[in-house]
């Protein structure tokens, strides 16, 4: 009896040293990742920036980034900021990564979907998802540090969202006429610091996120996104310095500046990069017609009475009004050209990357007579170098 017991004492004993010891993480990794697998998606809960693999394998995640953006997470020092949409004509995840600081775009890679890496399409397949997968896993923590979750927050179009715990700040995202514009609002002042038009057949997002950018106090990127006729999601994506946000270009401010230039009735229509001194490029015109905006490469195009080409500061570059075309408020381009209050300009503003990663600039205006006949062109090119326009050709 005594033997008995003993044995029986040993097993129990073998069995709570068993338990207590720790779980092969093999096995505990692919028990997680099974978990992970047949979870539902709940976006923003997470402590990590989740891996490629198990986000894509996630129910529910292709749906929701289907209909709209999910922010995956940024750099530790917040210079960049990831995006995930899901691509139908891909048939793909495609990876946004952007620069928070410069507002642009600086990379896209793509996981494929779960389908792919587990081998259901073939095998073939299966080890081209694989590698595409840690591309751009590789690319992602070691090319741009996307390490830190964010959790944002979820807002209506016209609805503002503190910036801060006091409330001080607020930033509203709103659809006016063809686009999309962020406005920031602070005590006294308020800035508009963003906009984007549309494309045709485009239709803005219900919703938008604002998040604080890891790294920094007052640094807040907004996502917002545009659908296709097709339904593909476009994320809009742009970050806001409030150390930038200076009365000197508040929309107050610029607002009097422009109706003191132009007379009233006299609107901005172009806002170019924000730097610590404001936009460093603005647009204004006054009597504009026949008005077409569009999102990519084209940010205006009007035929108007007057118009001035000028900096966050106020410093005009570029002026068109009866006497013709004027540079610096002094020098008439072409003083052969009739002076005559029935000048207009068809004014067309173009911008596209150039093979150097730099951002092309070229405002065209044609000015015309009474009956709308072109009577001479110019092209005004921005100087990066500079931070100005320049005069480059008549035509």
């Not at 840690?134 to 944002?152: A, M, W």
């Not at 610590?276 to 015109?285: E, F, K, Q, T």
Request: hydrophobic letters at 30%.
């Amino acid at each position: 009896m005594a033997k008995k017991w003993n044995v029986f004492l040993c097993g129990m004993l073998t069995l709570t040293l068993a338990a207590c010891q720790p779980e092969d993480r093999s096995h505990a990794s692919e028990r997680e990742n099974g978990e992970k697998k047949s979870s539902s998606f709940h976006p923003y809960q997470e402590v990590v920036v989740p891996r490629l693999k198990e986000l894509v394998s996630t129910k529910g995640f292709r749906k929701y980034v289907s209909k709209a953006p999910y922010i995956l997470g940024a750099s530790y020092d917040g210079t960049y900021l990831a995006t995930v949409v899901y691509e139908k004509k891909a048939g793909a995840y495609r990876i946004g990564v952007y620069h928070t600081e410069e507002n642009r775009l600086e990379e896209a890679v793509y996981a494929p979907v779960s389908e792919r890496i587990s081998g259901e399409k073939g095998k073939r397949e299966s080890d081209d998802a694989e590698e595409m997968l840690r591309l751009s896993q590789e690319t992602l923590d070691l090319g741009y540090r996307i390490k830190v979750p964010l959790h944002p927050q979820k807002s209506s179009l016209k609805r503002s969202v503190a910036g801060d715990k006091d409330g001080k700040w607020q930033l509203v995202l709103d659809h006016q006429e063809k686009g999309v514009s962020l406005t920031v609002k602070g005590k006294r002042d308020r800035w508009h610091v963003w906009q984007t038009p549309l494309e045709e057949g485009e239709r803005i997002g219900a919703g938008w996120l604002l998040t604080e950018l890891p790294g920094s106090q007052g640094r807040w990127t907004a996502v917002a996104y545009a659908k296709r006729q097709d339904g593909e999601v476009i994320p809009l994506v742009h970050t806001v310095d409030r150390s930038t946000l200076a009365p000197s270009w508040s929309e107050s401010h610029l607002r009097d500046q422009t109706e003191r230039l132009l007379g009233p009735h006299a609107r901005i229509v172009y806002w170019g990069n924000s730097t610590s001194r404001g936009p460093d490029s603005l647009l204004a015109v006054r009597g504009e017609s026949d008005v077409l905006q569009t999102r990519d490469g084209t940010p205006y195009r009007g035929t108007v009475s007057r118009f001035i080409l000028f900096d966050g500061k106020g410093k005009v570059w570029f002026r068109g009004n009866s006497a013709g075309l004027v540079r610096d408020e002094k020098v008439l381009v072409d003083p052969g050209i009739p002076r005559g209050k029935e000048l207009r300009y068809r004014v067309i503003l173009s911008c596209r990357e150039s093979g150097d990663g730099q951002e092309e600039r070229i405002l065209t205006v044609d000015q015309l007579d009474g009956r709308d006949q072109l009577i001479r062109t110019y092209e005004l090119a921005w100087d990066p170098d500079d931070q100005r326009f320049h005069l480059i050709s008549e035509k």
